[in-house]
């Protein structure tokens, strides 16, 4: 692995597994704190998450801040990035997430790992990480062919807070998030059964949202790399 690699990597592991701190950190600290009311801890989980994506991106974007294999799957797609830097980059997501997670637990006194058992199955759930994932790709696209990428960590933060909401599923959004969220048994956490409709629904939403950005900004596969400008 070059230089440049393994600093793109170590900046994809560090992200990942920050954001996956701030979501299931939030999300514990959202119900200790709001043990009765659901509707004040999804606020704090989504304001949390959403702040930290904003701060994560500005600090890490000029080295690599995708944070998101769908999104490293969209820029080889585009060819921006050759296999080799694309595997890299996957296994640093996920790699980061899962010890974002379990960090998240021993921060909180749980166990490191505690397999989640909330159910998160059903059509509209699965439509919301589809529907999720696709305006995901869209704003972070749309960001970079805007001619200002300094924008779109703040694009793709409020996306994400806004998402929590108009989503069923709470948008996901992210398949290391998603695997790493197995990992713990609190209010983010997603029983193993369910992830891998929820990883698919999200590869569905990026492709049908690659295919919609190519029609809609013919350049947009000589961007600025993503890897270094969004979740």
Same mark, same amino acid.
């Given at each position: ?48 998450? #959403? *702040?930290? /994506?904003?701060? =994560?991106?500005?600090? @890490?974007?000029? &080295? !690599?801040? +995708? ?32 010890? #974002? *997670?379990? /960090?998240?637990? =021993?921060?909180?006194? @749980?166990?490191? &790992? !505690?397999? +989640? ?115």
């Amino acid at each position: 692995m070059t230089s440049t690699l393994a600093r793109r990597a170590g900046a994809e592991l560090v992200g990942t597994a920050f954001l996956l701190m701030a979501v299931i950190g939030s999300g514990i600290a959202a119900v200790r704190l709001s043990p009765d009311d659901t509707g004040l801890q999804l606020l704090q989980n989504s304001v949390v998450t #959403g *702040a930290a /994506l904003v701060a =994560l991106i500005l600090a @890490l974007q000029p &080295v !690599s801040a +995708a944070f998101n294999p769908v999104v490293t799957l969209v820029e080889r797609a585009f060819g921006s990035l050759g296999n080799r830097e694309t595997a890299a980059l996957l296994a640093a997501q996920v790699a980061g997430g899962m010890l #974002g *997670a379990v /960090l998240a637990n =021993l921060m909180f006194d @749980l166990d490191a &790992v !505690s397999i +989640a058992t909330r159910d998160r199955s059903g059509g509209g759930l699965w439509l919301a990480e589809a529907v999720a994932t696709f305006g995901l790709v869209l704003v972070i696209f749309g960001g970079l062919r805007s001619g200002r990428p300094e924008t779109v960590a703040f694009a793709v933060g409020g996306y994400i807070t806004a998402a929590y909401w108009f989503t069923s599923s709470t948008s996901f959004a992210n398949p290391a998030v998603t695997l790493a969220r197995m990992l713990s048994d609190t209010f983010t956490g997603i029983a193993p059964s369910s992830v891998a409709m929820f990883v698919l629904m999200q590869l569905v939403g990026a492709g049908l949202a690659a295919i919609v950005v190519r029609a809609l900004y013919p350049e947009a596969a000589r961007s600025l790399p993503v890897e270094r400008s969004a979740r």
